[in-house]
């Protein structure tokens, strides 16, 4: 099972990115009049869904019930990403149109927030010689600390 950081620009024409726990693109797409079924269809087919980003502050009522289903951690940045961040986010791939370039661009802002944490995470993984670090970097994305998430035990603090 692949787990993964979905960014959704839900709208009259949508997108939908994902990449993995280490950044790398692995779907995009986009859509007219596309409803809850194309975004979960989609996702099922990549992976796990740990986080479901957006690029915007607000979170949208259609990303909201995307979250539902999955029960994922959602990520909104403290402002709505500007053009010219999710150009610069974007640059590297290429993005057929401008909701395209916003579900990634949501994407890896997300996933720039939390990789000072996965790269830890990993790094530690490494020096003791244990596998799964997919596992690991999704139950760290899902509020467990490094020691819980390694050695699979979660503590009781709130």
């Given at each position: 099972?692949t787990?993964?950081i979905?960014?959704?620009?839900?709208?009259?024409?949508?997108?939908i990115?994902?990449?993995?726990l280490?950044?790398?693109?692995l779907?995009?797409d986009?859509?007219?009049?596309?409803g809850?079924?194309?975004?979960a269809?989609?996702?099922?087919?990549v992976?796990?869904?740990?986080i479901?980003?957006t690029?915007?502050k607000r979170?949208?009522?259609?990303?909201?019930r995307?979250n539902?289903?999955?029960?994922?951690?959602?990520?909104?940045?403290?402002?709505?990403?500007s053009?010219?961040?999710?150009?610069?986010?974007?640059?590297?791939?290429?993005?057929?149109?401008?909701?395209?370039m916003?579900?990634?661009?949501?994407?890896?802002?997300?996933y720039?927030?939390?990789?000072?944490?996965?790269n830890?995470?990993?790094?530690?993984?490494?020096?003791?010689?244990?596998?799964?670090?997919?596992?690991?970097?999704?139950?760290?994305?899902?509020?467990?600390?490094?020691?819980?998430?390694?050695?699979?035990?979660?503590?009781n603090?709130?």
């Open positions: 099972m787990h993964i979905v960014g959704i620009d839900p709208g009259k024409r949508s997108a990115a994902c990449v993995d280490d950044g790398n693109m779907y995009l986009s859509s007219i009049n596309a809850i079924s194309w975004f269809k989609a996702i099922n087919s992976g796990t869904p740990s479901i980003a690029d915007k979170i949208s009522d259609t990303v909201k995307i539902a289903i999955f029960n994922a951690k959602i990520y909104a940045p403290t402002a709505d990403m053009v010219e961040e999710k150009r610069m986010l974007s640059i590297k791939i290429g993005v057929k149109n401008q909701h395209e916003d579900a990634y661009a949501a994407c890896i802002k997300a720039n927030h939390y990789i000072n944490k996965l830890q995470a990993e790094h530690q993984m490494r020096i003791y010689g244990l596998e799964n670090i997919d596992e690991v970097k999704a139950k760290i994305l899902n509020k467990y600390s490094i020691n819980e998430a390694i050695y699979n035990k979660k503590s603090r709130r």
